[in-house]
């Protein structure tokens, strides 16, 4: 059927229902669908930092601090601060998180994002 000239109403509403039915076969019918590796992900690094920090909680809990470096501080007689050095377990875990937003930031300038 070739597009209808619109010489009176029924003609014209003819070109409007035409119009609209190429407008709606422009692009492929696409269902709603759940993406379960992408959820995996999201799932998988909430979980794996989760159980980052909290190991880290726990090692620098049960961690005996060294020998003072620096005197402690107090601010206002209520809050101390011990300046010490950094466990190696957070040593790690700062390198890892800094290698993951090394690799997130390079994997977007070179592939674009990618949703």
Do not use: C, N
Not at 4 to 29: C, E, M, N
């Amino acid at each position: 059927m070739g597009m209808p000239s619109g010489d009176s109403p029924q003609k014209a509403q003819q070109i409007v229902h035409y119009l609209q039915g190429h407008d709606q076969t422009y692009y492929r019918a696409a269902t709603w669908q759940v993406r379960w590796l992408d959820l995996a992900w999201l799932w998988g690094f909430a979980i794996a930092l989760t159980a980052a920090i909290l190991l880290w909680v726990r090692q620098y809990r049960s961690t005996r601090q060294k020998k003072a470096l620096y005197p402690v501080d107090s601010f206002g007689g209520y809050t101390t601060e011990l300046a010490g050095p950094a466990t190696f377990f957070f040593l790690i875990l700062v390198v890892v998180l800094v290698g993951w937003a090394v690799a997130l930031i390079v994997g977007h300038l070179v592939w674009g994002q990618l949703f």
